[in-house]
């Protein structure tokens, strides 16, 4: 009787391993959804509804790391400023900063008379897109620039880190002392010594 009971605990274990596994396995029908908190649904319908084809709205949310930030970068831009959704789908698909390149745009955009020209490739440039959109309109509230004449100037300080001064020191380090050797000049012939005259040996 107790090797009965002993042969039917150890026919046990592996059921109670195996229901344990499958208790733990989430089911694909509760984490995979159709409706639009699905990223990749919203993405897609975004760019439907500017006017981007099927097959590049299927290739730019496919690709995608964060298919949301995508189509909100196009729909912002394609709403709000005169750019056309293709042109800035192809650009907000090439930035890492998709909803920062959306405010640069928009931000200049918005605050010119007419549309400023390549606004879109001024900010896609742009490491930091916020702060030259507020180069840009900094500027121009102050200074009666054009906006490229005002992007211009801003393209270059929107890097702060690739633009340090060469006298820069981070904070907590000391400059190192360089020492350089003192050039030596060349002695002129004439101030080199003679060697001395030798006389003759007769025989």
């Known amino acids: ?8 605990r150890v026919a046990a274990t592996p059921l109670a391993v195996a229901a344990l596994v499958m208790s733990t396995v989430p089911s694909a029908t509760a984490t995979i959804t159709t409706s639009y908190r699905n990223s ?3 993405c897609t319908a975004r760019l439907l509804s500017v006017g ?7 290739n730019a949310c496919a690709a995608a790391l964060n298919p949301r930030s995508l189509s909100s970068c196009v729909l912002s831009i394609d709403q709000r400023t005169e750019i ?6 192809a650009t907000c698909r090439q930035v890492r900063r998709q909803d920062d390149l959306a405010a640069c745009v928009v931000g200049i955009s918005q605050t010119s008379e007419q549309q400023p020209a390549n606004v879109l490739d001024y900010c ?3 490491l930091l897109p916020v702060r030259f959109a507020e180069c840009v309109v900094g ?7 054009t906006p490229v004449q005002a992007m211009d100037s801003c393209i270059d300080a929107s890097d702060p880190i690739g633009n340090l001064s060469p006298t820069f ?3 907590g380090q000391t400059p190192a002392i360089q020492t350089t050797p003192e050039p030596v000049s060349p002695v002129p012939p004439e101030a080199q010594p003679s060697p001395p005259p030798t006389t003759p040996v007769t025989p």
């Open 1 to 8: 009787m107790a090797i009965e009971k002993k042969r039917i």
């Open 40 to 42: 990749f649904r919203v």
């Open 52 to 58: 981007i084809t099927d097959v590049a709205a299927a």
């Open 84 to 89: 056309a959704a293709t042109d800035a789908l």
């Open 124 to 126: 896609g440039r742009s």
């Open 139 to 145: 500027l121009r509230s102050e200074i009666n620039f």
């Open 169 to 171: 020191i981070p904070e």
